[in-house]
């Protein structure tokens, strides 16, 4: 279950990167990766149901369920803790079947994003929560490229740098959350 060794991983993920990741893998992301919380979320499905293009190509690419606050003077970004992913589970495996290879976000995912993970080759990674300040300090670019209007819920575009993240469920259909409660159950 999960190297104890932190695995570093290029964004945008690669499928062999993907097919080397294992739920418990402790690993550190760089590259680009986009946020998209809930309205974003709604928007971007609404328009795929119209047939309209996306802020961005979802293909190959990770979202991270973030609104980070607004920067300080001198901050690229303000706080960005994760939020809870199940509140994207509705419009998850539509973004999947276009392209979505991986998230970052805190707790479980229903049933059929699972399925999904595991049908389109996909990743689930969750980001500490109440670690936003730490977590900020991996964002060495912010940039807004997609629903302005919807504030700290727009879409941006994040360079990060050794982003740390745990993966959850991988395309084996492993999930750490249900593994980890297995194994502490047969420890009591």
Same mark, same amino acid.
């Given at each position: 279950? /999960?190297?104890?060794?932190?695995?570093?991983?290029?964004?945008?993920?690669?499928?062999?990167?993907?097919?080397?990741? %294992?739920?418990?893998?402790?690993?550190?992301?760089?590259?680009?990766?986009?946020?998209?919380?809930?309205?974003?979320?709604? #928007?971007?499905?609404?328009?795929?149901?119209?047939?309209?293009?996306?802020?961005? *190509?979802?293909?190959?690419?990770?979202?991270?369920?973030?609104?980070?606050? +607004?920067?300080?003077?001198?901050?690229?970004?303000?706080?960005?803790? +994760? &939020? &809870?992913? /199940?509140?994207?589970?509705?419009? &998850?495996?539509?973004?999947?079947?276009? /392209?979505?290879?991986?998230?970052?976000?805190?707790? #479980? %995912?229903?049933?059929?994003?699972?399925?999904?993970?595991?049908?389109?080759?996909?990743?689930?990674?969750?980001?500490?929560?109440?670690?936003?300040?730490?977590?900020?300090? &991996?964002?060495? #670019?912010?940039?807004?490229?997609?629903? +302005?209007?919807?504030?700290?819920?727009?879409?941006?575009?994040?360079?990060?740098?050794?982003?740390?993240?745990?993966?959850?469920? *991988?395309?084996?259909?492993? *999930?750490?959350?249900?593994?980890?409660? #297995?194994?502490?159950?047969?420890?009591?």
């Amino acid at each position: 279950m /999960g190297d104890l060794a932190v695995k570093l991983v290029g964004l945008p993920l690669a499928p062999e990167t993907i097919a080397n990741l %294992r739920a418990g893998d402790r690993v550190e992301l760089t590259g680009v990766l986009y946020t998209a919380r809930d309205a974003a979320h709604k #928007r971007m499905y609404e328009s795929l149901e119209r047939g309209e293009k996306l802020p961005f *190509d979802l293909e190959g690419q990770t979202i991270y369920y973030v609104g980070p606050t +607004p920067p300080k003077p001198g901050q690229i970004i303000g706080s960005a803790g +994760p &939020t &809870t992913s /199940g509140r994207m589970d509705k419009y &998850t495996p539509r973004l999947l079947e276009r /392209g979505l290879k991986g998230m970052i976000g805190k707790g #479980r %995912r229903q049933k059929e994003v699972k399925d999904a993970i595991v049908r389109h080759g996909a990743v689930y990674f969750a980001a500490v929560g109440g670690a936003a300040a730490l977590i900020a300090k &991996t964002i060495k #670019r912010a940039e807004v490229i997609g629903y +302005p209007d919807l504030g700290t819920e727009a879409i941006y575009r994040l360079e990060v740098e050794r982003f740390p993240a745990i993966v959850i469920n *991988d395309i084996y259909g492993a *999930d750490l959350y249900v593994d980890g409660e #297995r194994k502490f159950r047969t420890m009591e």
